[in-house]
């Protein structure tokens, strides 16, 4: 119940809502909370599409995910690394968000294009997105 409460207050729902919601539509209340605090709006449908990209664009931008296979039997010294919230502070830190991604006053910059992408993309520095705020709230807390 403990828990349940505090993902109620950290995304501003309805502790029964919260109850009944994925962790997705949990920080999507998140984003749009941090959207109106911002005066953002943001539209019902997405109305852009991504960027045509050639096909070894394609293949450096989704490298997809490689699992290690264990041989059967009973290990010690085993250890696990934790991908899953290393993509949340990946887009915290690199300040990922709909909102940063390509935008006009940042075009020039060196230092803020995405690795084996840059003639595609680049991350705004002058502004926080709002994925990455929100993010910030749940990964250091209010």
Request: hydrophobic share 35%; net charge positive; with cysteine.
């Amino acid at each position: 119940m403990e828990g349940l409460a505090e993902l109620s207050r950290v995304c501003r729902i309805p502790l029964q809502l919260a109850s009944r919601s994925t962790i997705g539509k949990c920080l999507s209340s998140l984003y749009f909370y941090n959207a109106h605090k911002k005066d953002i709006l943001i539209p019902w449908k997405p109305i852009t599409s991504e960027i045509f990209k050639s096909f070894s664009d394609l293949l450096n931008a989704d490298k997809g995910g490689f699992v290690f296979e264990s041989k059967p039997g009973a290990y010690n010294k085993v250890a696990e690394f934790d991908f899953i919230s290393l993509y949340p502070n990946i887009m915290l830190r690199k300040n990922v968000s709909s909102d940063t991604i390509n935008c006009t006053c940042c075009k020039s910059e060196t230092d803020n294009k995405v690795p084996e992408l840059e003639h595609l993309y680049h991350l705004c520095k002058k502004r926080i997105g709002i994925v990455s705020l929100s993010l910030k709230t749940v990964l250091e807390g209010d």
